[in-house]
Every structure is written in structure tokens, then in C-alpha cells.
């Protein structure tokens, strides 16, 4: 493994991959070196995080990571979930297989496959696992009841990155397939946001009668929709929109092309060259947190960026980001986890046949008025003709697991209980 790595501990699982342990040191000399010898250039007046990620709030980041930033605790949470590892096609892939502690008598628990995004982690899932596996004890019903398996995409987390190109979506959605499939799930709900959303629907479109149901968070679609909504934003209803989709898409310059303008800059370097930027990711922890931490900001509600602390801990721990952070730079894999753009996007867009393929599998949405653009439930369906449940999530944006997790858990539960009425 690469890094510190994970080892095996007590009741290996013979064909389920070895039952493992977050294995870290905790004491990290080299990363409060470089901490401590951290330059970082004044902001400009009265910028808050216009410009990225403030330097005067980031230096209080810093302080807490290097001062009161517990470590051997995170490690502690990150174990709370077993941890597995398995080889499928030549790679070590990482995940964690969560059982419902109590199953109600006579109910047999809906394994649920949940994939995360950059720059995320599996980690994004620990606080939606226990109200999907144990709905009870969390004041919901045990009608519906989740076995929960997150895998890390490869290259990213403690999954192995391959060594040669070609590692996409698509091979992403085989080998997570084939993980299902070891863990002996001939059927399956799939669930994602970012790219997990993209190797979901990768997954239905490759197996789609093995996936049970598909649940999504962000989705991409790129349809003529986007001038049925020009010509139909005073009058919605005659184009299929609701007033609440010319909410969040109007004025339709700032919400969609200057919004991308703003935050598509980072994108642009990883589908071109990802390994450059890598190389000072993974050298300083300083600039991996400035990096990552601005996604938290911008990327959950864009008026964050108005404010001097970008708004991290309205929604986030210091905690909880940190140990999100401790991920990629642990393992080293902050420059294989933006390959993944370079192999997904850098022939440009719609350049893959899965990107004209409409998704023929039950299909649920949840719409959070935050996320990077908001996808009217027109747009999805163009995409996801079978789409039987689309919810205006009352607030949240783009990582919604994590920010959101009490909302999106009632979603996905929504939406499979629409799915086996039919």
C-alpha cells in the first residue's frame, strides 16, 4: 500500500477481502515541520475568498491543525466502520462494509453501494451510515433498512492508483461492479454525487439489471435544455420549469456561466495536466489544505465566499476537515485523484459513448439548492427517462452526504420506498 497504509487485524473474511484497520502514525514530525515553515503572502484588503482561500483564516487552519488537531482520535472514528481491502483487476481496492447492528425481525437489509467525489472521501459517508443502517435508533423507521458498502475510487484514499492510463468512470463503475458482486450482491441501490454520480450511472448503464435502483445527487447532463429555459423563464410551465427552477437558475448569466467561470478553474488544470499541480500538492500539507478546504467553502453555498472565514465551520468541524485533508496527504494520492479528471475529461466533453447513452433504471434525484448548478427535473429526465422520484431539497449544496446528511439519508429512503410500491 502506498504511504502508512492500513494493515490486517483480527477475522479475516476469506472471499469478502480482509477485515482491516486505519493504521496511521500518530505523531507526524515531517508535517508540523513544513507547517512551521509555511510563507504565506498577506490577502489583499477586504477579499474575504474572492481571490481563493484567505491567508489570514487559513493561518488560524493551520494553528489549530498543528496545536490541537487530534489525530489519534480522527483515527479512532475512521475505525468505527470496518475496513476492507480487496484486489480486483490487478489494483487494491479499499472500502468499508457497514451491517445494520440489529435488523428488524423477518427484514432483510437493501445493500446499497455509496461513491464519493474529489475531493472527498469515504470519509464524507460516516455520519449518513448509521441512519441508513440503524433508521431506528435515529427516530425513522425501520422500513427501510441499508447494508452499506463505500468503496475509495482508485487513486484515491487507501485504493491503489493504477500505473497505466485509462483508469475512468467507466473502469471505475467495472470494478466496483465486480466489488458487488465478490461481496456476493446480484442486486443493489447505488447512490453518488459528483463523480460518484458519474460511476453510478456508468454502473446502470453497464449492468442495469443489477442495479436495483439509482439515486443521485448531482447529475450530468448536457441536453438543449438550457434554451427551452431561455425562451420559457417567464412562462415555465408552458417549457416544463417550475417557478423554483427559475429560482436557481436566474439570472441565468450569473448562476450558470459566471458561476462555472468562477469555479471551474482548478478543472481546467486537472483534465490537462494534473501531475504538475500535484507535485506542489503533495510536497507542502499548507497549500493540499488551501487546495481542498476552498471546495468546502465555495462549493457549499457560493455566497460563502463573501465572508472573511469563507464560512468552513458553519456547516464543517475543523475536525472533520482535517481529517478529510489527512486523507490525501497520508497517502500521497492528491496527484492520482486529479488524474481522474485528465482521464474522464481530457478528450473533451460528450467525447464518450456513455455520455449519449440515456440511463434505463429506476432513477431518484435530489435536487440541493447549493450545488454547483442547479439541474431542473426536466434536464434529468432527458438523461434518466425513468426517473420516478425528484426532490427541491430544502437547503444544502454540493456534498450533500456530508454537510446534509439527515436530508439526503431521507431521500435515498423516499426514494426506494417509491420504487418497491411500483
Partial sequence: TRGPGIEPRIGLCAQRGAC??????LSFPDLHRRIDSVRLTPPLEDVRFHFGFNSK??????????NDFDWKKQVEILNRYPHFKTKIEGLDIHFIHVKPPQPPSGCTPKPLLMVHGWPGSFYEFYKIIPLLTDPRKHGLSDEH????????????GFSEASSKKGLNSVATARIFYKLMLRLGFQEFYIQGGDWGSLICTNMAQMVPSHVKGLHLNMAFVLNPGTLTFLLGRHFPRLFG?????????????EKVFYSLMRESGYMHIQCTKPDTVGCALNDSP???AAYILEKFSTWTNPEFRDLEDGGLERKFSLDELLTNVMLYWTTGSITSSQRFYKENLGQGFRAHKHDRMKVHVPTGFAAFPCELIHVPEKWV??????????????????????EEPELLAQDIRKFVGLLEQR
Wanted: proline share 8%; hydrophobic share 40%.
Fill in 20 to 25: 482491516l484497520r486505519v493504521s496511521l502514525p
Fill in 57 to 66: 483564516y487559513l493561518s488560524k487552519v493551520l494553528s489549530y491543525w498543528r
Fill in 145 to 156: 433498512v441499508f447494508e452499506v458498502i463505500c468503496p475509495c475510487i482508485p487513486g484515491y
Fill in 241 to 253: 420549469y417550475t417557478q423554483r427552477d427559475v429560482e436557481l437558475l436566474s439570472p441565468f448569466k
Fill in 286 to 288: 499548507v497549500g493540499l
Fill in 381 to 402: 429526465r432527458f438523461k434518466y427517462p425513468k426517473l420516478i422520484s425528484y426532490s427541491y431539497m430544502a437547503r444544502g449544496g454540493h456534498f450533500a452526504a456530508f
